[in-house]
């Protein structure tokens, strides 16, 4: 069943002059991989694209948002905006998850609802956006939907947890935090990769992924339950 994408166009306001554009956004690699008959296109170079448009669109903001900043703080704050937890709250948000094309396998593991993977799909919609509509419609959209969920400044403190983690440590001189990746599993196409944080040797924490960046973030932020952290750190 194809995903109504009328109703996506209505709920966030946006109108697409090319629906191709729009639908390409949504369309993994796992349902081209599917439909090789086709002629769909997955959404990886729009993901390359609207990367790109966000860390514009986003620094722009913050740099009229925080007169005061320094350079530094600056692209720290882009950096706790543009990182994938924050972007898979988007995504959640506007409800991206339901309307993406998805291979059967990718379905059945749950990739619709996948950090990683929402993610990207909220970086190839603004790609596909600004290929349809041009700068100004991405800043309209971002102004109307997201903008307000990272002005209060919490938000702008869910700093990847890696980041968090390293910072934590640093400031109470705890040791030398040093990540292993200790299992790979799976198939290539559905591999699963198994990370380890230590401190000083110490297991701090474990995490899985569907990349190794995801498996790292994850061990880090049990480290982080583990050491009892709060995730809003000043």
């Known amino acids: 069943m194809q995903p109504d994408f009328k109703k996506l166009q209505s709920d966030v306001g946006v109108y697409?002059?090319?629906?191709?554009?729009?639908?390409?956004?949504?369309?993994h690699s796992s349902y081209v991989n599917e439909h090789r008959m086709s002629h769909h296109k997955d959404n990886e170079r729009m993901e390359f694209l609207g990367d790109a448009v966000l860390e514009l669109v986003i620094s722009e903001y913050l740099f009229h948002a925080y007169p005061e900043q320094t350079e530094g703080e600056l692209t720290k704050l882009r950096a706790s905006i543009v990182c994938e937890p924050s972007l898979f709250r988007f995504a959640k948000l506007l409800d991206f998850g339901s309307y993406l094309l998805l291979g059967k396998g990718e379905e059945?593991?749950?990739?619709?609802?996948?950090?990683?993977?929402?993610?990207?799909?909220?970086?190839?919609f603004?790609?596909?956006?600004?290929?349809?509509?041009?700068?100004?419609?991405?800043?309209?959209?971002?102004?109307?939907?997201?903008?307000?969920v990272i002005s209060d400044a919490d938000q702008l403190r869910v700093t990847d947890y890696k980041t968090q983690l390293q910072e934590y440590t640093q400031h109470h001189n705890l040791g030398t935090l040093e990540y292993r990746i200790v299992d790979e599993r799976g198939p290539a196409h559905?591999?699963?990769?198994?990370s380890e944080v230590y401190m000083d040797n110490r297991l701090l924490g474990q995490g899985i992924g569907r990349s190794k960046k995801e498996s790292e973030q994850q061990a880090a932020a049990k480290a982080l339950e583990k050491l009892d952290v709060h995730h809003h750190m000043q």
């Not at 697409?16 to 369309?27: C, G, I, V």
């Not at 559905?190 to 198994?194: I, R, S, T």
């Open 190 to 194: 559905e591999k699963q990769f198994v």
């Open 16 to 27: 697409f002059h090319n629906h191709y554009l729009l639908k390409q956004a949504f369309t």
């Open 126 to 148: 603004i790609g596909a956006l600004y290929l349809d509509q041009g700068l100004p419609a991405v800043k309209h959209f971002m102004k109307k939907h997201i903008f307000p």
């Open 108 to 124: 059945m593991t749950g990739g619709r609802n996948r950090p990683a993977l929402l993610a990207d799909v909220f970086e190839s």
